[in-house]
T-cell receptor, first 111, second 117 residues
Framework: GQQVMQIPQYQHVQEGEDFTTYCNSSTTLSNIQWYKQRPGGHPVFLIQLVKSGEVKKQKRLTFQFGEAKKNSSLHITATQTTDVGTYFCAGRDYGNNRLAFGKGNQVVVIP | DARVTQTPRDKVTEMGQEVTMRCQPILGHNTVFWYRQTMMQGLELLAYFRNRAPLDDSGMPKDRFSAEMPDATLATLKIQPSEPRDSAVYFC???????????????FGEGSRLTVL
């Protein structure tokens, strides 16, 4: 079945530095979504990517969808303490249209 | 401010007891999901409803779990009997199917934290 894997699972990032988190699917995706969950909170939708090679920016966050539509990345520049949390990708499989979540990338920001 | 409402927020119970969790989806949303979150497994899909009909419950242990939507404003997830391994945060999410107008994003409730002793 469809598997969505996220790398790394945990990251410690110095405030002010940049970091990237990656998402890989075992199957081709029709689209991919990214969510953020603050500690003790619930996942909140950030963005959706649909087109092959698509790049979208939200302030310091840059989201990219791979050309083969099987991987995605989230790059955050100038990390702030408010960036702490777990970032999930969720890929929608072309075949069964199911949305499968990765296990998330837990980010800790060091002041 | 429209949001998904879940009750209870926290539940501590003893093994063998019945647990019922409730969810009120956002008005107008016709897809409802139940997810279970643990440190080990992450977010696991338990059940998925569209227009109150169950479309996918393959991730749900059938022997003890059941999910229903008695009406469009209420979804329930029941565990009977509960076991310690059921301890987790259970999230309900609602949304609209992805089409030209909608992204298909999910709106999550704040979750129900279940502890089974």
């Amino acid at each position: 079945g469809q598997q969505v894997m996220q790398i790394p699972q945990y990251q410690h990032v110095q405030e002010g530095e940049d970091f990237t988190t990656y998402c890989n699917s075992s199957t081709t995706l029709s689209n991919i979504q990214w969510y953020k969950q603050r500690p003790g909170g619930h996942p909140v939708f950030l963005i959706q990517l649909v087109k092959s090679g698509e790049v979208k920016k939200q302030k310091r966050l840059t989201f990219q969808f791979g050309e083969a539509k099987k991987n995605s990345s989230l790059h955050i520049t100038a990390t702030q303490t408010t960036d702490v949390g777990t970032y999930f990708c969720a890929g929608r499989d072309y075949g069964n249209n199911r949305l499968a979540f990765g296990k998330g990338n837990q980010v800790v920001v060091i002041p | 401010d429209a949001r998904v409402t879940q009750t209870p927020r926290d539940k501590v119970t003893e093994m063998g007891q019945e647990v019922t969790m409730r969810c009120q989806p956002i008005l107008g949303h016709n897809t409802v999901f139940w997810y279970r979150q643990t440190m080990m497994q992450g977010l696991e899909l338990l059940a998925y409803f569209r227009n109150r009909a169950p479309l996918d419950d393959s991730g749900m242990p059938k022997d003890r779990f059941s999910a229903e939507m008695p009406d469009a404003t209420l979804a329930t997830l029941k565990i009977q009997p509960s076991e310690p391994r059921d301890s987790a945060v259970y999230f309900c999410a609602s949304g609209l199917p992805r089409d030209r107008k909608n992204t298909g994003e999910l709106f999550f409730g704040e979750g129900s934290r279940l502890t089974v002793l």
